[in-house]
C-alpha cells in the first residue's frame, strides 16, 4: 500500500555517522578533501536519499537502490537490494560499496555493515529542515557541496513563498496519506511530526489531526466528524485520476452529514510522488499545496 512505502521511508531520529572514508585527511580548512570523482560506491537506502544523490549529479556512483526507490527514471534501472523490513545484506555485500547512506531506522543494518567496513551516513528526514540537512550532508560527503547548495537554496525559498502566502482563512487540513475509494475504514492521515504537517502549517493551514497521538494516525469516521477538516487532500501519487473519480471520492465523505470539507465540496487529490517522499522534491511539495489553499474558498 502506499501508506506502507510511506512508512519504510520515515525517520524517527537524527544521527550523522561520520565514515573513515570521509573522515581521513585535511585539507586546511578543518574539513575532509572531497573523494575523486567516480572513487565511491553507494548503496542508498531510502528513496529520498537515491533522489538527493541523483540530483546531486551522483548518481553514476549509486551501486544499489531499495525496492521502492523508482526516481529518477535511471534509478529504477540500479540492482535491487530489499527494503527496510527485508534488506538483502548478501546482496548489498556482493556489490562492494564502499559507503551506505541511511534513515536512522536503519540503525542494526549500519552495524552489520560497518563490521565489514562499509563506512555508513545516517540522515534524518523528519522536517524541512532535515531534508534540507540530508541534501547538505550527502553533497559534502559525495564532494558536491556547490550543487547541494544550490538546491538547499531552491527549497528555502519554497519555504519563504509559502510564508508569503495569504489564504483567506487558516484552512483546517486533513491529508489522507491512504485511502482505498469506496470505503472510509483503514485509512491514514499526516499527524503531528510529519514533514506533511510542516508544509500545511507553512502555507498557512491548521492540520486537523495535528495533535494526534501518532504520526500517522488511522482514525475512524467518529474522529474526523469530531475533527471536522474544512479542507481533505487525498494522496494519490504517479496515478492518473480518471473521468468521475474526484466527484466520487467526494460522494464518499459526503456520507458523513456535517462534514465541512465534503458540504463545501473542498475534497481534492493530489498526484505528484514527491508529496510522500521528503526529498529533492519537496519545494515542488510546498508550493502544491500552497497553491491549493490559496485558491480555496
Not at 543494518?109 to 562499509?118: F, M, Q, S, T, V
Request: aromatic fraction near 4%; glycine fraction near 10%.
Amino acid at each position: 500500500m502506499i501508506f506502507n512505502k510511506l512508512r519504510s521511508a520515515a525517520v524517527v531520529a537524527a544521527l550523522v555517522v561520520l565514515p573513515p572514508l570521509l573522515s581521513c585527511g585535511d585539507d586546511g580548512e578543518g574539513r575532509s578533501p572531497a573523494p575523486p570523482a567516480g572513487s565511491m560506491r553507494i548503496l542508498s537506502l531510502a528513496p529520498n536519499i537515491t533522489e538527493t544523490l541523483f540530483a546531486l549529479g551522483a548518481g553514476a556512483e549509486v551501486v544499489g537502490v531499495t525496492d521502492f526507490c523508482r526516481y529518477p527514471e535511471e534509478a529504477a534501472r540500479k540492482p535491487r537490494i530489499g527494503g527496510l523490513l527485508n534488506p538483502d545484506v548478501e546482496r548489498m555485500f556482493s556489490l562492494e560499496p564502499t559507503l551506505a547512506i541511511m534513515l536512522p531506522a536503519h540503525a542494526a543494518l549500519a552495524a552489520k555493515l560497518e563490521r565489514r567496513g562499509i563506512a555508513t551516513i545516517t540522515l534524518p528526514n523528519d522536517t524541512v529542515d532535515d531534508v534540507i540537512g540530508a541534501i547538505e550532508a550527502i553533497g559534502a560527503a559525495t564532494g558536491r557541496e556547490e550543487a547541494a547548495g544550490r538546491l538547499a537554496g531552491k527549497i528555502r525559498g519554497a519555504v519563504e513563498r509559502a510564508r508569503a502566502r495569504k489564504p483567506v482563512k487558516e484552512w483546517t487540513v486533513m491529508i489522507v496519506v491512504d485511502r482505498v475509494a469506496g470505503s472510509l475504514t483503514g485509512f491514514y492521515v499526516a499527524g503531528p511530526g510529519t514533514y506533511l504537517d510542516e508544509v500545511i502549517r507553512l502555507n498557512g493551514g491548521k492540520n486537523a489531526f495535528g495533535d494526534a497521538l501518532g504520526r500517522y494516525p488511522s482514525p475512524g469516521v467518529e474522529e474526523v466528524l469530531h475533527r471536522n477538516p474544512e479542507v481533505i487532500i487525498e494522496l494519490q501519487p504517479g496515478r492518473t485520476i480518471r473521468p468521475g473519480e474526484e466527484t466520487e471520492r467526494l460522494a464518499d465523505w459526503a456520507r458523513l452529514p456535517g462534514l465541512d470539507a465534503a458540504a463545501a465540496k473542498r475534497v481534492f487529490i493530489l498526484t505528484g510522488d514527491e508529496l510522500l517522499v521528503p526529498g529533492p522534491r519537496v519545494g515542488r511539495a510546498i508550493d502544491e499545496i500552497g497553491a491549493l489553499l490559496e485558491k480555496v474558498r
